[in-house]
């Protein structure tokens, strides 16, 4: 499906992670990869899981940085003259936001932070790779259901999620003339790094899997699958939109039984 394509995943922590799910799949289906790591803290994990996956392409970027983006790309470009396209796999808010009250704990700086990593960050990849884009590449990135419905602590990350869900639209408004296509996967919650501080995350688990239709929660593999159809060719007229992989959770308003 991915054959002769060349990808940059962002947002590998650990093998927990929705990327390293997303970058299996892409390289079972073909794909030549890169990886962006955030800081040294994190090559450790990534250095073996790379390794499996056929790669040695690891780049230092912080999202939070114009000069962090731009030096990225430009050590891409040695080893790559162009390539088809990334996935963006970022999200953070400091953790006082997403623990109590929306009204109470959200604050300016936080929010500023949250929407500045969670989703300008796409803005400034988008923008910054679009000189080495191939005709016909493909950009990902993934949200989540707080983005339209409320839930406990998930608090300013819905926020920014609305917005990255608006970013993902108005990116593919924008570049759809030079033949690059813009989608985020919605994916159920999984336990990964980012949840793990998560207070009764576990519970939260519990009840999705009460509610989702499938009776279940989702694994890494199965957005993995879906990210590496959506940047593949067999997606070439899906551009813009906000595809669930959440067991069907988001279509249940109660359980079935
Ligand atoms: P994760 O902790 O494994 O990944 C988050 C990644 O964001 C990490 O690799 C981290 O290094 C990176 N990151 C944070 N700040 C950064 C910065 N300034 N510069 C560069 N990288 C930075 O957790 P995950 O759950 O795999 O999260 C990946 C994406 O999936 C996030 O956008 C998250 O919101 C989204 N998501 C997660 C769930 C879930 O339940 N886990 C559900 C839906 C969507
Ligand atoms: O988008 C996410 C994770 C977002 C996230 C998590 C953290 C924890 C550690 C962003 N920033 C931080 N900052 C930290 O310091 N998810 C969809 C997973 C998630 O996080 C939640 C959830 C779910 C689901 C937080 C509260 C409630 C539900």
Not at 7 to 18: D, M, R
Not at 119 to 144: E, G, M, R
Not at 176 to 198: C, E, Q, W
Request: hydrophobic share 45%; net charge negative.
């Amino acid at each position: 499906m991915l054959k002769g394509k060349k990808f940059l995943i962002t947002g590998v922590a650990n093998k927990f992670s929705i990327a390293t799910g997303i970058a299996k799949a892409m390289h079972n289906n073909g794909a030549e990869l890169a990886f962006a790591y955030q800081n040294e803290r994190l090559l450790r994990n990534l250095k073996p899981i790379a390794e499996s996956l056929d790669s040695n392409m690891l780049i230092e970027c912080d999202v939070s940085s114009d000069q962090s983006i731009e030096q990225m790309f430009t050590k891409l470009k040695e080893s790559w003259d162009s390539f088809d396209g990334f996935v963006h796999s970022i999200g953070f808010a400091p953790s006082d936001q997403l623990e109590g009250d929306f009204t109470e704990v959200t604050t300016r700086e936080g929010f500023k932070i949250a929407h500045d990593i969670s989703s300008y960050s796409l803005t400034a990849l988008a923008k910054a790779a679009l000189p080495y884009l191939n005709n016909d590449s493909a950009i990902l990135t993934l949200t989540y259901l707080g983005s339209i419905q409320t839930l406990p602590n998930y608090n300013v990350m819905g926020l920014a999620k609305a917005s990255l869900e608006a970013n993902t639209r108005f990116l593919a408004a924008s570049l759809g003339d030079k033949g690059i296509r813009v989608n985020a996967i919605s994916a159920g919650p999984i336990k990964t790094l980012a949840a793990s501080g998560v207070k009764n995350f576990r519970s939260m688990l519990e009840n999705y899997a009460e509610k989702a239709p499938l009776g279940r929660t989702v694994t890494t593999e199965e957005v993995g699958n879906v990210a590496a159809f959506l940047c593949s060719n067999l997606a070439s007229g899906i551009t813009g939109e906000i595809t669930f992989v959440d067991a069907g959770f988001n279509i249940a308003a109660l359980p079935v039984k």
